[in-house]
């Protein structure tokens, strides 16, 4: 299933791989903003700083190396999130191009995936349905539209059975109620359990 191709693209999906880049950076900064408020508030019951460049001041000596070094780890985060990522996407924008032409009457080439790829499973067992699609003769023909369907079953003229009545004829005969006066209107309450 695994090929010997390596992936050159960091970018397969960039909607999707740009969500998870964005929301890693807003968690590191919400991470960031935190923890300098804790450590704000500790220095101000702690220390209790006299003025507002003091309090800067003890914030960068006790924080200030954490901060430079979460603000150099963040490429390196974003990077290897990108990476991660395109084992993902990669191979789903692959399976979707291979629906879509599934979807326009033809029949795609197997697909391999590249080492290290997510969805191998599901990319097997694609394969195994384009193959027995193939060997079976079934070209899958473009889908049809759910308006079109229905429209084929649907008629304005109520449906009859054997014996010549509808069932819109049936169904309100069977609604009436004999007029033979109160004690049918009775036998029917009876039934009632109230």
């Known amino acids: 299933m695994t090929g010997g191709k390596r992936r050159h693209q960091m970018f397969a999906d960039r909607k999707i791989q740009g969500a998870l880049l964005a929301h890693t950076a807003i968690y590191w900064f919400y991470c960031l903003f935190s923890v300098t408020l804790v450590a704000v508030c500790w220095i101000i019951f702690t220390k209790q700083p006299e003025t507002s460049a003091e309090l800067f001041t003890q914030l960068w000596f ?8 979460s603000v150099l780890l963040l490429p390196l985060v974003l990077l290897d999130c990108l990476r991660l990522s395109s084992r993902f996407a990669g191979p789903m ?17 197997a697909f391999t995936l590249r080492p290290g790829d997510y969805w191998t499973e599901f990319a097997e067992n694609m394969n195994i349905v384009m193959q027995r699609l193939s060997e079976a003769g079934a070209q899958p023909s473009p889908i ?3 308006t079109s369907a229905i429209s084929e079953f ?6 009859s059975d054997a014996t010549g009545f509808d069932s819109e004829t049936q169904l309100a005969s069977s ?8 004690d049918d209107a009775q036998s029917i309450y009876s039934d009632l359990s109230i």
């Open 62 to 69: 006790n924080c200030g190396p954490a901060l430079l070094g």
């Open 175 to 182: 609604l009436v109620a004999p007029a033979d006066g109160e």
């Open 154 to 159: 649907a008629t304005d003229e109520p449906q």
């Open 144 to 146: 049809q539209s759910p």
């Open 93 to 109: 924008v692959r399976m979707q191009r291979v629906m879509r032409e599934m979807a326009a009457g033809e029949t795609p080439a």
